[in-house]
């Protein structure tokens, strides 16, 4: 029983290079969710998806896309990489009380 | 929308001392809220949650939280604390906002 699956789990990227962090889930939950965690800040919320077929900003949305491409798959995707986009990744899928599965995180570079 | 706070960003314990973090929260419908756990290189877990009903909540590993409507506060507790719970723990609300966390350090 996978969970959470995240993709790459460690990534070093050039500033204005582009890449997408997949994030799949084996447990049928309608809600999935992204978030960058950074000393000091905790994790802030950048995109989620409600349900299939919807997407919503979150708290910190600028300079990444997402796509909900079916129930098990949300991506994350920055089109031009910048260092402010230094972080550690992580997906969440949503159970209905609003309980929360993490993905192992990416730990992302960008140089 | 309902958001949370945590205001001690490291604490020091030694091995023993008993635990509380604090967590205030917003007013905001319906109130639903969490602690969860990062221990050292891995992701969230979930220590405990509260819906409704009893105030007092226990969780995971000898952790209980109170929820204490009169002051907006979920602080989580534990009487004891061991070296293995030295970790980073974060209280969040049913927006799925986090606060910005605590990082605890039990010391041998």
């Known amino acids: 029983n996978a969970g959470v699956t995240q993709t790459p789990k460690f990534q070093v990227l050039k500033t204005g290079q582009s890449m997408t962090l997949q994030c799949a889930q084996d447990?049928?939950?309608?809600?999935m969710y992204w978030y960058r965690q950074d000393p000091g800040m905790g994790l802030r919320l950048i995109y989620y998806?409600?349900?299939?077929?919807?997407?919503d900003k979150g708290e910190v949305p600028n300079g990444y896309n997402v796509s909900r491409l079916n129930k098990r798959e949300f991506s994350l995707r920055l089109e031009s990489a910048a260092p402010s986009q230094t972080s550690v990744y992580f997906c969440?899928?949503?159970?209905?009380?609003?309980?929360?599965?993490f993905g192992q995180g990416t730990r992302l570079t960008v140089v | 929308a309902q958001s949370v706070s945590q205001h001690n960003h490291h604490v020091i314990l030694s091995e023993a001392a008993s635990l509380e973090l604090g967590c205030n929260y917003s007013y905001g419908g319906t109130v639903n809220l969490f602690w969860y756990v990062q221990y050292p290189g891995q992701h969230l877990q979930l220590l405990l949650k509260?819906?409704?009903?009893?105030?007092l909540v226990k969780g995971i590993k000898g952790f209980e939280a109170e929820f204490i409507k009169s002051k907006f506060s979920f602080n989580l507790r534990k009487p004891s604390v061991q070296w293995s719970d030295t970790a980073e723990y974060f209280c969040a609300s049913n927006d799925m906002r986090f606060g910005a966390g605590t990082r605890l350090t039990v010391k041998p």
């Open positions: 969440a899928s949503i159970r209905t009380e609003m309980l929360a599965f």
């Open positions: 447990m049928n939950h309608n809600s």
């Open positions: 998806s409600a349900s299939e077929g919807t997407t």
């Open positions: 509260y819906f409704s009903g009893d105030p």
